[in-house]
């Protein structure tokens, strides 16, 4: 949030040396304060304006702001209501970015209250920094309903009503449906099963009304919310059968390594650019359509042909499945088929992620480990090439730029390490970070990373923009660059 936090004001005027005029009291830093004084201190009613313009106006006792006034910063932020020690504390009300924020502050922040966006929606309930936090309730614009237990703006448990008359409840991640959960729908019809990313999935119970008025329970199967008396009968309508499945997965390692085997070997006085492409969770078909695209992007940049490993589930088993137990051992088949020294190392890795910094991996009802940070930390750290890129698009990557930071590396995340990022929904061809930074932004130049990448998040902040997301909820896209790579990078080949 842009809300600037105060010191409290305790000034005493013989400690400040402050010069007495007509007009008021000028302070050593150039702030100017006009009304009542007591035994040296302000006392009273009266206004100090700082030298940015910022500006308050109310009551004062013993050199603090103390009781009600109004605090107006020169970003157009604005409070009005009760102070304490120089801070807003008690009944109050903040507006900033045509967002309002109305109740109880405590401290300089927003502890209970109401939450008005501009776009008409409406959070009621607990508050840490200034985002929803704790029990509350939040109204989007046409009617819906999200009420439960939030963490840093986002529900996590409780239930969500629509304006169509669906209910559900249980778990959420992501805004979506995510763990147990009930889900009504507008006809009556029930269903308890286990969901992801807001879609019934795997074994469950379908509760409905047949013609005859008859309450009818059904034991049976989901797939992305479509129901089917078994998992048998699932495999059967879709096309894939058990044993298919079964000989895909003991094919997996020849498959893996009949990719590796295809690697063209490395060019000695060129810049080779080896490159490790992963599309994580394959229940979601945006991740493996992105990667095509990036080759792509990517060849017509770097000339990665024959060279250039791509692991992705959801795939349609196009290519080797993305597993920890894969990406490690192509990253190592990648390492040593490049020059240490003269080749780039680039990574480019898009999935969901968790709050954790979890890299998303996931196919069918095969159980996979997801990829950790720490995963990469050491994977990354044992190998020989020295200088290397790193691409992550999932919700909150930005924890991998904090911890893969290195003279020699350049990491560019899609989001903050608290934040989500966007464009991963089922009817995506990219998410929307990669789609910036491989589209438009890629004519800045991949010679110059730091230009690149900026020019990449205005393009993803132009886009949040244009789909009404608010400023507090921006993905904010994250880089480290090192100074290292940087003097390699710019050196000619």
Known sequence: MRYTHLTPLFLLLSACEPTLFAGGTALPDGSVYQGDLQEGLFHGRGQLRWPDGSHYRGEFREGRMVGKGVLAKTDGCLYEGEFLNGEPHGNGRYTCDEIEWVGEFLAGKIHQGVLNWSGGETYNGEFLDFDPHGEGWLTTEDGSVYQGTFEYGALLQGSYTDSEGSRYTGGFEYSFYSGVGELTQPDGTVIHATFRYGKAEGEGKRIRTDREGNIVEEPGYFSKGVYYPSEKAWRTQTGIPAAHAETHLYSESERLQSAIDSLSPQRQGVRDVYTLLVGGD?????????????????DETFDIKGRVLRLSNGS???????TRTSIQKGLNALDQLLDPQEDLLLIHLVSHGARNGDFKIAEGKIPLNDLTVEDGKQWLGSVN???????????????????????NRIIFTSAAADRSS????????RTWFSSALYGEALASGAGNPKAWFEAAKLKVIEMEQEQGIEEHAHSLPQYSVGENFLTWWKRKP
Do not use: M, Y
């Not at 394959?282 to 990517?298: C, Y």
């Not at 349609?316 to 993305?322: K, R």
């Not at 698009?393 to 930005?398: E, K, L, Q, R, Y």
């Open 282 to 298: 394959g229940t979601s078909p945006v991740f493996a359509k992105e990667l095509n695209w990036v080759t792509e992007r990517l």
């Open 316 to 322: 349609g088993f196009n290519f080797p499945l993305a």
């Open 385 to 407: 090439a020295q200088h290397q890129w790193i691409v992550i698009s999932a919700c909150f990557s930005g924890q991998w730029a904090d911890a893969l930071s290195h003279p």
């Open 422 to 429: 966007f464009g991963c929904s089922d009817d995506s061809q």
